[in-house]
């Protein structure tokens, strides 16, 4: 049973410090403690304890739990390296709750992977809008001139891209033969629990290594090699899966045992979609695995001129008001322009009204989309349907450069999740810790977006109370 702390914010000047002292409270931690929505973290991590024991040791405090993770994803650090910063950092102690210094770190850093199971990415969705609700309060501006329908606001950026998996490339032969050597681990694990009739494999571990080597090592290798390659380890790996699954049959799944049983399925379709590809070369191969230990990571085709093939999730992002949403993220490739009717709702039902205009690339001008746009009185960047007028030339050259400067918003946002937050690279290795990782990546770029916000409202203040005293003096003078 979670048991619910006092929801009283500790102030700053009551942490008690390794050598006495205050803590600054301008510092980025404690401003940033105080932004973050502490009660509804609580009341969503108090949802996963179900049972209503009381003894035993009381459970991890929603605050130090929600806190390390998000200092580990702010900082882009692994666990081990974050709870060493959590022990050594007086400002980040404070940040996770604690009211005093200890040098020792508050837990282990193997239950972090623990506590990011109890967040999930529809969490943090409501996490992002609960904090968008008390940073941003509703505006009553009139609506600008800019083609929207009577009564709409603001206006809605769009883009998606994609989070790559920690994965190695993928290729034919590099899977088979990570398939052929777990199904050989898989066997030795299990032999002695059989009659030991036999060989363990129906073929020569070391000469279908060597095979792979004579691949791996080249450079170039010629096609007719490569499958031929291909063709070799792909026999070894039915042969195996054919012997587990006879194995598993006389031992039973207790004595075989639910990890090996999961990863023999999962190497089981590997094998059977690899057959496929191998017989018919052209056909395309649908819901493609592309690693043995993250079965749930898809080819995502972006044809960047970096990388044309990404292997992870795709995630399409609006911004509104300088804050970043996740509208729609998924393991599985998906066209953007779907999005688009969704995330104009989810803008309707956050402030009341339609916005103003979408700003979005031509992947989202489908005619679907377009007429949704124009029966709501919304302008959906891009020129109209049709050859323009020569009156309009102009016009549209214009507001197409005014778009796309807005549009930059969306790439920044997108570039500095990948470079500063660790979003080009997802270390999490199941499908929920994988997607609440993105998920953390772009609330922490919101947050810093509300300290920016915050401090530009300093200045400002100070500003006019500088230009108030400087012609109140100029006036007496």
């Not at 009211?99 to 999930?120: G, H």
């Amino acid at each position: 049973m979670y048991r619910k702390r006092n929801r009283d914010q500790m102030t700053v000047e009551d942490f008690v410090g390794p050598i006495g002292g205050k803590l600054n409270a301008e510092n980025r931690w404690v401003k940033m403690a105080e932004v973050m929505p502490w009660d509804l973290v609580e009341e969503i991590y108090a949802e996963k304890f179900k049972s209503d024991n009381i003894e035993g040791r009381p459970p991890i405090t929603s605050r130090m739990a929600f806190g390390a993770l998000y200092i580990k994803e702010h900082e882009n650090f692994p666990q081990d390296r974050t709870m060493q910063h959590i022990s050594e950092n007086v400002y980040m102690q404070h940040f996770i709750g604690l009211t005093e210094f200890s040098p020792n770190p508050p837990f282990d850093s193997s239950m972090l992977s623990r506590m990011a199971a109890r967040f999930s990415k529809e969490d943090m969705d409501r996490i992002n809008e609960e904090l968008y609700r008390r940073t941003h309060p509703p505006k009553d501006e009139p609506p600008s001139d800019d083609g929207g329908g009577d009564g709409n606001k603001g206006r809605l950026i769009l883009d998606a891209t994609a989070a790559p998996a920690d994965i190695r490339y993928p290729t034919d032969v590099s899977l088979l033969n990570e398939c052929r050597e777990g199904t050989e681990k898989i066997i030795d694990d299990v032999w002695d629990k059989t009659d030991r009739n036999g060989h363990k494999t129906a073929y020569n571990r070391k000469k279908a290594r060597k095979g792979y080597l004579k691949i791996a090592k080249q450079r170039k290798p010629r096609r007719k090699q490569v499958r031929q390659a291909v063709r070799e380890q792909l026999e070894c790996v039915e042969k195996n899966v054919e012997a587990l699954e006879g194995i598993l049959a006389m031992i039973g799944l207790e004595a075989f045992g639910l990890p090996n049983w999961a990863r023999l399925l999962t190497i089981s379709e590997i094998a059977a979609q690899q057959r496929s590809h191998y017989d018919n070369p052209s056909e395309p191969i649908p819901n493609r695995i592309v690693s043995v230990r993250q079965p749930h990571v898809r080819p995502i085709v972006r044809g960047k001129a970096g990388s044309e093939v990404e292997f992870g999730q795709k995630i399409s992002l609006s911004i509104v008001d300088g804050y970043t949403f996740i509208e729609e993220q998924s393991w599985n490739n998906f066209a953007e322009g779907i999005t688009l009717i969704a995330s104009v709702e989810k803008y309707r039902e956050r402030h009341g009204v339609y916005p103003e205009a979408v700003l979005a690339d031509k992947t989202y001008r489908n005619r679907e989309n377009l007429d949704y746009c124009k029966m709501r009185g919304i302008r959906l960047s891009g020129p109209r349907l049709g050859r323009p007028k020569s009156s309009e030339i102009e016009a549209n050259r214009n507001q197409a450069y005014r778009d796309s400067c807005e549009r930059n918003m969306v790439e920044g946002r997108i570039g500095i999740g990948k470079q500063r937050y660790g979003l080009d690279r997802i270390y999490a290795r199941l499908t929920n810790t994988g997607e609440l990782e993105a998920a953390m990546n772009v609330l922490c770029m919101n947050v810093a977006h509300v300290l920016r916000n915050l401090l530009r409202l300093l200045f400002q203040r100070l500003i006019w109370a500088y230009s108030g005293w400087f012609y109140a003096r100029c006036a007496d003078n």
